[in-house]
Structure formats: C-alpha cells, structure tokens
Nanobody
C-alpha cells in the first residue's frame, strides 16, 4: 500500500489542523493505521493509532485530549484532527499502516515505529508562538 500524507502547514499556537493520509494500492480496511511525528534531533514519536474498523483508537501521551484519529474506509483515508496546538507539536507527521491487527494490542507494540510496515512521506506541521 502507498500512503500520501497531506494537510501540514503553519498554524498559530492554540489553533487547529487536520491531517489526511490517503492510501492506494491495497485494501485499506485490512490495515491498522497510525500517526507518528518527528521533531528535529528527536526520535520518532507515537501520536495515535486506529483499528481496521475505526472502533478502537489509541493515543500517545502528547496527543491525549487534543488530537483525534479517525478513518473513512470508503475513502481510503485516515485523519488526524489536532486541536490546541502548541510549538512543541512542531514536527514532521508521518502516517503509517500495517496489516497485523496484533500491532495495536500492546502499548509498546503500537508505539514502536518498527511495528509498522508501511510509511508515508510525512507532512510538516509548524506551530508558531
């Protein structure tokens, strides 16, 4: 499957942004999906993940209460709605997917980048203070 992330840009602190990730070349509903982010000089950080049906969602500590992950299997797209952004959210945001539902079963598994096989190219989000 190929993943194409979009929606990044410059946003003021306190603002909102919605990222999208369009999938092609595979049966989208067969993939668990996730978002990671990476700031300069830092490791890739887990943001959120969602089950194949969209029924189960998971969030990293930095995203809880502010970000929402959702998917539309008819549109082959996963979204990340980000509210209450602050400069610490500045990073390249990557969407990712994997065919194994077991990827999401453990906190460690779903928050580890190497648990996911497919990656998009990333979209830059910059939050100004």
């Amino acid at each position: 499957v190929q993943l194409q992330a979009s929606g990044g840009g410059l946003v003021q602190a306190g603002g909102s942004r919605r990222l999208s990730c369009a999938a092609s070349g595979g049966t989208f509903s067969n993939y668990v999906m996730g978002w990671f982010r990476q700031a300069p000089g830092k490791e890739r950080e887990f943001v959120a993940a969602i089950s194949r049906s969209g029924y189960n969602t998971y969030y990293g500590n930095s995203a809880k209460g502010r970000f929402t992950i959702a998917r539309d299997n008819d549109k082959n797209t996963v979204y990340l709605q980000m509210n209450g952004l602050n400069p610490e959210d500045t990073a390249v945001y990557y969407c990712t997917g994997d065919t194994r539902a077991s990827t999401l079963l453990s906190s460690r598994g779903r928050s580890t980048p190497r648990s996911y096989e497919y990656w998009g190219q990333g979209t830059q989000v910059t939050v100004s203070s």
